[in-house]
């Protein structure tokens, strides 16, 4: 586990970065659209939950995709 988070440790930052955004802006319209604090907080609470776990598995495929084409780049240049 500690490799993995070292491995992964900006993308993990991200993505915690992003989870704090995204559950207050979803508290903030689940409030808009419910006002109740309770519920807004249960709303806010799930979706991003879930939104966080799927964007650091789509920054991680990101970064596959650039290293494949840092690797056949380098494999074209010349020695």
């Known amino acids: 586990m500690t490799r993995f988070v ?3 440790l900006s993308t993990l930052k991200k993505t ?3 989870y ?3 559950i207050s ?3 903030m319209v689940a ?3 419910t006002g109740d604090v ?6 806010s609470l799930l979706e991003p939950t879930v939104q ?3 964007f650091f598995f789509h920054e991680k495929g990101w970064e596959r995709i650039n290293q494949r084409k840092a690797m ?3 494999e074209g240049a010349p020695a």
Do not use: C, E
């Open 16 to 18: 915690a970065s992003y």
């Open 31 to 33: 409030y808009a659209v």
């Open 6 to 8: 070292r491995q992964n």
């Open 25 to 27: 802006v979803a508290a």
């Open 20 to 22: 704090v955004v995204h």
């Open 38 to 43: 309770l519920m807004s907080l249960t709303l």
């Open 52 to 54: 966080a776990v799927a």
């Open 72 to 74: 056949r780049a380098a």
